[in-house]
């Protein structure tokens, strides 16, 4: 075991190709990840566990200490970071019809280096899908991958045959195989697509795309706009896939993060801007593990005005910007360097829990190239507001779910929903109009992003009442330790909507069920079959 773990955390310090750095926090952070994993696994392992990371970062050729200052930019050519549509095959403007192939394919994600990834159309990320709220998408998919999949319209209300769920929604696409997605966009927002098959090892791969949905009603402009993707892919040293199931249990445990940062598929791009106008950005955290935590440079903040359903109450102005996994942000940032320099937008680590930030160090994600015109005057970011209502709490159903981990007799990890491994978690049960108050308590020491399918739901306070500004959530962050308290209410689309943690690797590793809503007196709806979590490829 103590073998097991000390491979394991050496393999991920070399993987990952860090620098130690021991800052007081960092530090800190390893005594109290020891009491908090002390409960379920033994004391003198997790010590052993710590001190060897340490050791083995002291070991490992070509480390050093190094104080907290940006890993250096690659100087590449400058890139506009835009993301490519898909060419639309129907003539009618309200119905957006493509074709969709995830395939592998050869793939640069900086200049010079190329990877086979997984791909949709062979890009990476997958192109840009862009309609008008109240427009219908038509996907004819082709699956040329040596592997089943499905795709998944991740925040999207669609109705349950849409949503890309093996045995709750249509059965896997196997290789080889197509399926014609069909729906119409209800909701303004930025969302993503992404298979729902193997879905650690697929979208660590490389599968998943931005799905942008524009509000016509909207009354700003900004003349500078982008989608970001943001994303990890984990590489050898050869430059090939590495295995999704590295680390065996506890490279599960922990959440297997890719070791190259990747935006808009790019590791370290260079995107040019102008000093004093205003950029709109909308993120997207694709990455099957890691969270962000974005630093908009000194004297800067981002200002926020949507979250992942479309715009939020009011505007918050944010000195960082953390995203877990499968959330999205809509901010405004006006960068003000001189013309013709050049800074970095900084990664910081993000505590989601044991080994997340102990002896790694945090880099730049990518540049910012100020053009060589004459600098504007910054303006005031738009005022963008949108009423929200909370959702009535009178008749809500209280729902229990605890977020556990355990170890079997062989000592490998599992994760828990209410004290049951993957196999007997019984599905939550809701009907048609019902609403619901989801407690979330986290019992790991590890950070748990919920995310439900099918729903927007409102995150409340610890006194129960809606966290301000509104917003409409699909994807929202345990903290390890900690609980959450969210609120939904369902409507009248029956089927088994999958819940899971959007840490993939947790999902897969027992942090993933659903939630079987009927109409009254109709059957119970089928439920999400063993495809959908096979535990390796
Ligand atoms: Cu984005 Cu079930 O996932
Ligand atoms: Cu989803
Ligand atoms: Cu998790």
Not at 450 to 465: C, N
Not at 490 to 515: I, K, N, Q, T
Request: with cysteine; hydrophobic share 35%.
């Amino acid at each position: 075991m103590a073998q097991e773990l000390l491979a394991t955390v050496r393999r991920m310090l070399t993987r990952v190709r860090v620098k130690t750095t021991h800052r007081g926090t960092e530090v800190t952070e390893h005594s109290r990840s020891t009491s908090v994993l002390g409960v379920s696994v033994p004391q003198c392992v997790v010590i052993s566990l710590v001190c060897c990371a340490l050791v083995a970062a002291f070991e490992l050729p070509g480390l050093q200490a190094a104080p907290d200052t940006p890993v250096a930019q690659s100087s590449g050519p400058v890139t506009d970071l835009s993301l490519p549509t898909v060419p639309d095959l129907n003539p009618d403007p309200r119905v957006l019809e493509i074709n969709l192939t995830a395939e592998v394919a050869r793939v640069e994600v900086s200049p010079g280096r190329r990877v086979d990834a997984w791909t949709y159309n062979g890009m990476l990320p997958g192109p840009l899908i862009r309609l008008t709220v109240g427009d219908r998408l038509i996907v004819h998919f082709t699956n040329k991958l040596p592997s089943p999949t499905t795709v998944h319209w991740h925040g999207l209300r669609l109705p349950i045959q849409m949503d890309g769920v093996p045995g709750a929604s249509q059965p896997q696409v196997e290789a080889g195989g197509t399926f014609t997605y069909d729906f119409v966009v209800p909701d303004a927002g930025l969302y993503w697509y992404h298979p729902h098959v193997m879905s650690a090892a697929q979208v660590g791969f490389g599968l998943y795309g931005a799905f942008l949905v524009d509000d016509p009603s909207e009354t700003f402009k900004v003349a500078d706009e982008r989608v970001l993707v943001l994303s990890d892919i984990d590489l050898t040293e050869q430059g090939a896939l590495e295995d999704p199931e590295t680390g065996g249990s506890t490279g599960m445990a922990f959440g297997r993060e890719g070791n190259t940062l990747l935006v808009n598929g790019r590791n370290h791009p260079r995107v040019s801007m102008r000093s004093g106008v205003t950029q709109r950005w909308r993120v997207v955290n694709a990455a099957k593990s890691r969270f962000f935590n974005l630093d908009p440079g000194v004297g800067i903040r981002f200002t926020k005005i949507g979250d992942d359903g479309g715009h939020q109450e009011y505007s918050e102005e944010l000195e960082s910007l953390v995203l877990a996994p499968g959330e999205r942000a809509d901010v405004f940032y006006t960068p003000t360097a001189k013309p013709g320099t050049e800074y970095g937008v900084h990664a910081y680590l993000f505590d989601r829990g044991f080994g997340s930030v102990e002896a790694r160090q945090s880099e730049d994600l990518f540049s910012i190239v100020m053009a060589d015109t004459p600098a504007v005057t910054p303006q005031p970011h738009p005022r963008v507001t949108r009423a929200i209502e909370a959702i009535s709490q009178t008749g809500a159903t209280p729902v229990a779910i605890e977020f556990g981990i355990d170890q079997k007799e062989d000592k490998s990890f599992y994760y828990t929903i209410n004290g049951k491994p993957l196999a007997d978690i019984p599905p939550l049960k809701a009907a048609v109009g019902e609403t619901q108050i989801w407690k979330v308590t986290n019992t790991t020491p590890w950070s748990h992003p919920i995310h439900l399918h099918g729903f927007f739901f409102q995150v409340l306070d610890k006194d129960g009442k809606p966290r301000r500004p509104l917003k409409w959530k699909d994807t929202v962050s345990v903290p390890l330790k900690d609980s959450v308290t969210l609120v939904v209410r369902f409507d009248d689309r029956p089927g088994s909507w999958m819940y899971h943690c959007h840490v993939l690797d947790h999902a897969e590793g027992g942090l993933m069920s659903a939630v079987q809503l009927s109409r009254p007196g109709e059957p119970a709806p089928p439920l999400p079959s063993e495809h959908t979590h096979p535990a390796s490829p």
